[in-house]
Each structure stands twice: as C-alpha cells, then as structure tokens.
C-alpha cells in the first residue's frame, strides 16, 4: 500500500511533503538534479522552524533526483542543522540516495571526511539509515 503524502510547501529545487495522518514525518523531495547551498539552507531552515513549533520525529531525504554532490551543504547540515535538530527532538533520518555509484561514494567520502574534522558531533548519536524508497524509509 503507497503512503499518501501532502506537499506541505515548494522550493524551486526540492519539495517539503508530509505523511497523511503522520505529523511525526517529513520529507525532503529533491526534484532537480542539483540543490544550491541558498536554497538547501532555506529549506533545513523551514524545516526547523516547522520542528520547533511541532514535534517531528523522523525526517526523510530523498535524493534520488540528485546528480551533483555538494560538500559544504552536507557539512553545514551535519555540522550545523543536525546539532541544532538533535536539540529540538528530531534524532531519527532516513536516506534515499540515487542508484548512482559515483554519487554514493561521494556522500561515504564526505561523510567520513565530516567524521574526521567534527568527531564529537551529536550525529553520532542519531539514528541515521538508508532506505530504497519512501515507504521503507517510513517504516524503518
């Protein structure tokens, strides 16, 4: 059975999307190839501002649309938001990455690099998974 989502706000870039029934949940669709810093900061942003005035408890990125890796965006999320959302309650993120080869080893690499200059950082208390699609990634 498909999960019904609402788009609960649009970027140029990327959509916002709520679980039907779930508050708890929210999405981050990517819908273009490449999210420009400006934006993917406003986007987290938006989304922490939603946490702060209602309790989310997992949030899911689906970048399956996503060609470009960007390092300094998932730095500033890791380094910044997280810790920030790690605060607020939200300690649960699922993951959906494209079926792109080149671009998973991009994200393993940055992430280790990340783990290497802010070894202490509340991610690693986070419960941080992968998902092959929306439904798994609300399940797990």
Do not use: C
Not at 52 to 60: D, M, Q, S
């Amino acid at each position: 059975m498909k999960t019904k989502t609402i788009i609960e706000k649009s970027f140029k870039h990327a959509n916002i999307l709520r679980v039907a029934g779930n508050t708890g949940v929210m999405i981050v669709e990517a819908t273009t190839s490449y999210i420009p810093i400006e934006e993917f900061k406003a986007i987290f942003n938006y989304i922490g501002d939603s946490i702060a005035k209602e309790p989310v408890t997992k949030l899911i990125f689906d970048k399956t649309k996503l060609t470009v890796f960007h390092q300094p965006s998932m730095e500033w999320y890791f380094v910044e938001w997280k810790e920030k959302m790690f605060d607020l309650g939200l300690k649960v993120h699922r993951k959906i990455l494209p079926a792109d080869n080149v671009f998973k080893q991009s994200v393993k690499i940055g992430r280790d690099r990340i783990k290497q200059i802010f070894p202490n950082g509340k991610y690693n208390e986070m419960d941080i998974q992968y998902a092959d699609s929306i439904e798994e990634a609300i399940q797990k």
